[in-house]
């Protein structure tokens, strides 16, 4: 690793420092921060999160956040962080393909189908159930399977094109 990359984390972990504050205000999580060269610009991307995922009206609003923060010399802003050199900013949604690592994340994908890599190597497939603070319950063909976090070396949501929604489930339930 140079030291060039060294230098962009280092930026990076102290933007997500100075905006973490400021974005809880509007209920939003700083669930990662990326520095990537392009060219004369550098790519600033901000993902965020919150329950039920961010809305358009969230990015818009964090973007401002995010800007003024920047942008401001004083005590909570980050001043001169990004330096010189142009950047643009990009403000995501946290997307599928991070792997779950907090309460937060399990939380907030109850129903979805997740693979997950356990310390021993073995993995189990599932529905994301009930969770709290110290693990998951997850239902693999028909039973469910309570999996502490500490046990857990990487989880992935899998993507689903003809899942049904939690009101079409019900629904049909109805309707029986």
Known sequence: MGS??????ATAERIEQVLTGPLAELGLDVEAVEITPAGKRRVLRVALDTDGGPTLDDVAAATKVIDRVLESDGPDGAGDVMGELPYTLEVTSRGVDRPLTLPRHWRRNETRLVKVTLADD????GRIGASD???VTVA??????RIPYADVRKALVQIEFNRKTRDEENDEKDAD
């Not at 060039?4 to 984390?9: K, L, T």
């Not at 693999?140 to 399977?145: I, M, Y």
């Open 133 to 135: 603070d110290d693990g």
């Open 122 to 125: 073995s993995t189990v497939t």
């Open 4 to 9: 060039g990359q060294g230098a962009q984390r």
């Open 140 to 145: 693999v063909d028909g039973a469910e399977r």
